[in-house]
């Protein structure tokens, strides 16, 4: 397989999406986490984190509680990197969650190849960069307000809860979001305003959000979302125009994965000036 044929990689990503035994028959949902988890390291003011130099192969991130069960996806995507390596871990980590965005129903988003994992283990940014899910707006906002996101764009982006579903083992929360989390939509938006959530100790005794019956949940986190009035109006906005919130999830989920991406001949200097300062 030639080297840069990156349609050959995205339809072994394909192939790798459906997976019987696993979840709800796909591993597609795991593939946005990694893909988000792997950019959501970035800090704009200096530079340091994000999807480029794929740090999460180090047990350092990887260990990180924050991803906890990511490993699934990173070994998955290690087959299809047997049959292409010349492609980084970088670019395939992130290129895997658009295609399986697309795969899912989703809006087309741009991916541009170019990231690197020539980095060493102590480039890895710290612990503790991405959200936590027990807490309210504030946190909210400092957590993406530093990777330069604004308030439409993080309501945007986590109608990526869309898909897929807590798991206890791996975050002590439990349950999907919606009845087909592996279809992208805008029913995560719809529900947040229609349905009626009460607070509950899930069965390992964290407290999350729930519908009546007790099947679809909301964290802390995504209840907060309806609480600010900021928050608010988008997802007002999501819930009613499918469109719109497909336009914007695809814009803020291409910005997503290029924070801290440098290309061209400055490349390598500038990313280790960056990381110089961690
Ligand atoms: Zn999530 N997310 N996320 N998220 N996320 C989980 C699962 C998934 C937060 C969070 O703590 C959690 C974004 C934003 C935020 C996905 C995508 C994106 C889980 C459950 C938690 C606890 C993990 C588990 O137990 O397996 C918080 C606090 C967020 C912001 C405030 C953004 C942004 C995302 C992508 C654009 C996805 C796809 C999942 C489902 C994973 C799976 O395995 O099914």
Redesign the pocket.
Known sequence: MAAGDYMAVRDAIKKIIPQSSY?DGSAG??L??LA?HASGTYDKKSGTGGSNGSTMRYKLEASDEANN?LEYARNLLDLVRQQFPWISYADLWTLAGVVAIEYMGGPKIGWKPGRVDDVDEQYVPPNGRL???TQGEDH?RSVFYRMGFNDQEIVA??G??N?????AD??G?EGPWVPMPTRFSNTYFKLLLRSRWHKRKNSVGVEQYNDEDNELMM?P?DMALVKDPKFRAWVERYADDKDLFYRDFAAA?GK?LELGVIRGPEDKALRQYARAKL
């Open positions: 979840d949902p795991v946005v986490r988000w069960g959200p936590d899910a909210i982006l986590s990526a809860h898909l897929g579903r807590c798991h791996r975050s929360f964290l986190t989920f997503l």
